[in-house]
């Protein structure tokens, strides 16, 4: 069977970027600063709350500017629940694979919950072939356990 490509590739290209990164509930800094330095790369408005949250702005397309701001959320941390008992959440990245038409991960859960929600705002925040007002994109932390 040939190569099954996974679309739309700039969300999974991000997807892939993100499960990289350990990001167990409570312990999201290293996704934290990836989110960061991915924001300001860009030449994005990018800041971190006081509790952790990271907000990144992309101002409107020129003669969108009096759009509505559209705010999209998701969260950083993981589902985390090993298959094999053995994986270590808080140093180990994902390892996906395609197997026949599932998307699946190696010794654990895929982290789809949210990290495709994140590569969908990231992919989003990189794109310059859609029009679009003010976009400001909110990954927040420690939604599996509760908001704490």
């Known amino acids: 069977m040939g190569k099954i490509e996974l679309k739309p590739a700039s969300v999974f290209e991000c997807f892939a970027e993100i499960n990289k990164i350990p990001r167990p509930s409570k312990k999201e800094e290293k996704m934290i600063d990836f989110l960061l330095g991915f924001g300001n790369k860009l030449g994005l408005e990018t800041k971190r709350d006081e509790t952790g949250n990271v907000i990144i702005r992309k101002p409107a397309t020129k003669g969108m500017e009096d759009k509505p701001i559209v705010i999209l959320q998701s969260h950083m ?28 991960a190696k010794g654990t859960t895929l982290g789809a919950d949210d990290g495709i929600g994140c590569a969908m705002e990231m992919a989003l925040l990189l794109a310059d072939d859609i029009e679009h007002g003010p976009i400001e994109c909110v990954f927040t932390r420690d939604e599996e356990t509760g908001l704490t």
């Open 77 to 104: 941390d993981m589902v985390c629940e090993p298959s094999d008992g053995s994986f270590d959440f808080e140093n180990n990245p994902i390892e996906t694979y395609i197997d026949g038409e599932w998307l699946k």
